[in-house]
């Protein structure tokens, strides 16, 4: 690389606060495990995140078991939980992280008209009075308390400084100004913190905090344009998953910062070679794919396809590279592996795709590594983090795929034959259907009676050629809970069955009962 310019001695240090275990799993289909939700904030903490959000203590047993756990882990990060502005909330949030090393509370109120008439229905009166009411009462609790002006983005300027001034009043030491439904335009978001940071009296004893969604795709802009108003803390999540369209995605925020620093004066504490990983493991645990042209992360992101470009690539990697795939922690794809490999030489390609895995996951990897090997040519690094990804989302699984023969074909009805192994019990039965996937998903819900709505099928390969991994992704969903199931396999239908029982795994180990509903 020719041209990288250099933060210079006045680059001045944002705090990244990530919220993938909270605003991310409120993605339709994001939701984690408890272990999951360890695993990824382990990664975040390693990775040099300054606030981890674990979660919304408040919302359910499980979330206020996976953020105390985390609070108890964490060895660097600040872990935040969410609140509302409700005592019942706060309380609960404080239960969660008061333990942790340095732990915080995040509590947060709608200020703008809109939510206030048709949401609230309160006064700004009344909303200033539960301001001070809940910042107070958070602040007995912790030292750290982060207060939120939800929808801050349509919210009169005159009225939200009287807020934001209430809350440092009474101990708020960060203050999130939030664009909540993706509406602001860079210029507008930058000049609301120029505005509040000069108009709020005691605005200098606070940090200022951005926290965009993407609706209009102006996520990560919008982040840039509110650091420049003066803002010190981005909160954003690991491939921008997020309600909705999502939220800015910090792979990218940490990598325009680094990138650009020449006009973008400020540093990270982001070690960046571990963006590739963390990408990788949150789309695995939170079954959420990557799509292929995401800036960053996704798997075209570095890739040259037009001649021109290959020929520049080839003479100077500048020509055609604003940064290398190293420093993001993407190693080339390598041929290195195939059936004659050793588990030494597993172990060290492991390690070298940035998993730690304990001797027990190795050695089930290292077998499921091997029985692909016999039946795939060229195993290249995407299949092994495939085989690894699947392997952290089903450790813990209860049923599995034990043995399938399907028959399809031009002279139907197409018909599966399908063997589960569920909690240690092997069953099997045969079913038909309307195409062989159809067979498949027909003789597993005989098998396991449910009434999950079936919201999305989808297949892609791995890697090229036609003995290529297929990875399926099927999302269900019951009791209004919504999840996505994801595995890999060389055979396109048995990836399906095993997705199909990803799915259904996650909906029972997150408390769905399975209604009996049996189909003929
Ligand atoms: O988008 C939003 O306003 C939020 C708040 C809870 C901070 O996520
Ligand atoms: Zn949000």
Redesign the pocket.
């Known amino acids: 690389m020719t041209t990288i310019p250099s933060s210079g001695s006045n680059a001045e240090r944002v705090f990244i606060f990530d919220t993938t275990l909270r605003?991310g799993e409120q993605s339709p289909g994001a939701t984690m495990t408890f272990e999951e939700k360890l695993m990824v904030a382990e990664c975040l903490d390693q990775m040099g995140v300054d606030i981890i959000e674990a979660g919304f203590p408040i919302a359910s047993q499980g979330d206020f078991e996976s953020v105390h756990a985390i609070a108890g882990r964490a060895k660097n990060a600040v872990i935040a939980g969410?609140a509302r502005a409700i005592n019942a909330d706060i309380d609960r949030c404080g239960e969660a992280v008061k333990h942790a090393r340095r732990g915080r509370i995040h509590t947060?109120v709608s200020t703008s008209p809109i939510h206030l008439q048709y949401q609230m229905k309160k006064s700004e009166d009344e909303v200033l009075e539960i301001i001070r009411a809940t910042v107070a009462r958070a602040r007995n609790i912790v030292e750290d308390v982060e207060w939120?002006a939800?929808?801050a983005t349509r919210t009169p300027i005159d009225y939200l400084c009287r807020c934001v001034e209430m809350a440092i009043a009474q101990g708020a030491t960060t203050i999130?100004l939030?664009d909540?439904v993706g509406y602001a335009t860079p210029d507008e978001y930058r000049a609301m913190f120029e505005a509040v940071r000069n108009r709020v009296p005691n605005a200098g004893k606070a940090i200022f905090s951005v926290?965009t969604?993407n609706d209009l795709g102006l996520a990560v802009a919008n982040a840039l344009a509110g650091i420049a108003g003066g803002a010190r803390q981005i909160e954003c999540t690991i491939n921008g998953i997020g309600?909705r369209a999502g939220n800015a995605a910090l792979e990218e925020i940490v990598m325009a910062i680094k990138t650009r620093c020449d006009v973008l004066p400020y540093t990270t504490g982001i070690e960046a070679a571990m963006l590739n990983r963390a990408s990788k493991l949150v789309a695995a645990a939170a079954s959420f794919p990557v799509q292929y042209n995401k800036a960053i992360v996704g798997r075209n992101a570095f890739a040259h396809e037009s001649g021109i470009h290959q020929d520049g690539m080839l003479k100077n990697a500048s020509t055609y590279e604003i940064m290398t795939p190293e420093s993001v922690g993407v190693t080339k794809t390598s041929l290195v592996m195939g059936k004659h490999s050793g588990r030494a030489a597993f172990k060290s390609k492991v390690r070298e795709l940035g998993y730690e895995l304990g001797d027990n996951a190795i050695e089930d990897a290292f077998n499921r590594f091997k029985a692909l090997a016999d039946r795939k040519k060229h195993v290249y690094d995407e299949d092994i983090e495939a085989l690894l990804d699947e392997g952290i989302a089903t450790a813990a699984d209860r049923m599995k795929v034990v043995a399938l023969t399907v028959i399809a074909g031009t002279m139907g009805p197409q018909s599966a034959t399908l063997t589960l192994d569920m909690d240690g019990k092997h069953d099997t039965i045969q079913s038909s259907g309307n195409g062989p996937v159809d067979a498949i998903f027909n003789a597993i819900h005989k098998l396991v009676p449910h009434n999950a709505l079936l919201e999305l099928y989808q297949v892609h390969a791995v890697t090229e050629g036609t003995d290529a991994q297929a990875e399926v992704s099927v999302r269900l969903a019951a009791e209004g809970r919504s999840v996505t199931g994801k595995a890999s396999d060389p055979d396109t239908l048995v990836a399906s069955a095993k997705a199909y029982l990803s799915a259904l795994n996650k909906l029972t180990a997150r408390g769905a009962r399975l209604h009996s509903t049996a189909v003929g």
Do not use: I, K, V
């Open positions: 605003d969410l947060f939120s939800m929808d999130n939030p909540t926290h969604h309600e």
